[in-house]
């Protein structure tokens, strides 16, 4: 089945801090992955995208993530968190004609001043 | 500028009535999608439209309906059979040229009074 996991709920880091937020996805065909953002009472605003090529893909406001086929991973990745940073993350997996996107349930993040 | 609409922001609605959720793109894409969020559930596909006057339900589609006259035009009507359907509603749309990205509007809130 396809399916997509965000293991942490919710994750606290300082201002200033790298930030690493885990995605696991389980697809038959060669995915297309995304990571979107939302702010409270918002719509989602998408980060990133991976389809093919270069692995490590970059985003706007600062943020990267890396595919890793072998582990079935897409995670994202800043080297440092601003307050406004934090945010709803929600990673999504999709590919094939219909164009639909299974999403992850979300991890929260806090930024402590 | 172009982008997706969803009125109105906040919805209240007495148990037993019908209510529709409007979503408009100026966009020009083909595909529409519904989506339900619910606290730490992410997003659940309601229904989708790859073109119009043709449209597809997705995972939780019991309980809502939707039309596609007009390729712009999205709407969603949440029915007196929906037992639980105080969520937040997310509309999206998709190119055709951009592989799998979707666009999102801000979202509805509904509440059941």
């Known amino acids: 089945a396809q399916s997509v996991t965000q293991p942490d709920i919710h994750i606290t880091v300082s201002e200033g801090a790298s930030l690493e937020l885990r995605c696991n996805y389980s697809?038959?065909?060669?995915?297309?992955l995304f990571w979107y953002v939302q702010s409270p009472g918002q719509g989602l605003q998408l980060l990133l995208k991976?389809?093919?090529?270069?692995?490590l893909v970059q985003g706007i406001k600062g943020f990267e993530a890396e595919f890793k086929r072998s582990q079935s991973s897409f995670n994202l990745r800043k080297p440092s968190v601003h307050w406004s940073d934090a945010a709803e993350y929600f990673c999504?997996?999709?590919?094939?004609?219909?164009?639909?996107?299974?999403f992850g349930k979300g991890t929260k993040l806090s930024v402590k001043p | 500028d172009g982008g997706i609409t969803q009125s109105p922001k906040y919805l209240f609605r007495k148990e037993g009535q019908n209510v529709t959720l409007s979503c408009e793109q100026n966009?020009?894409?083909?595909?529409m999608y519904w989506y339900r969020q619910d606290p730490g559930q992410g997003l659940r596909l309601i229904y989708y439209?790859?073109?119009?006057?043709?449209?597809q339900k997705g995972d939780i589609a019991e309980g809502y309906s939707v039309s596609r006259e007009k390729k712009e035009s999205f709407p969603l009507t949440v029915t007196s059979a929906q037992k639980n359907p105080t969520a937040f509603y997310l509309c999206?749309?998709?190119?055709?040229?951009?592989?799998?990205?979707?666009?999102f509007g801000p979202g509805t809130r509904l509440t059941v009074l």
């Open positions: 991976y389809f093919s090529g270069d692995t």
């Open positions: 999504a997996v999709g590919g094939g004609s219909q164009g639909n996107l299974i």
């Open positions: 966009l020009n894409h083909d595909a």
């Open positions: 999206a749309s998709r190119s055709r040229d951009r592989d799998n990205e979707q666009f």
């Open positions: 697809y038959g065909a060669t995915p297309y």
């Open positions: 439209s790859q073109i119009v006057n043709d449209f």
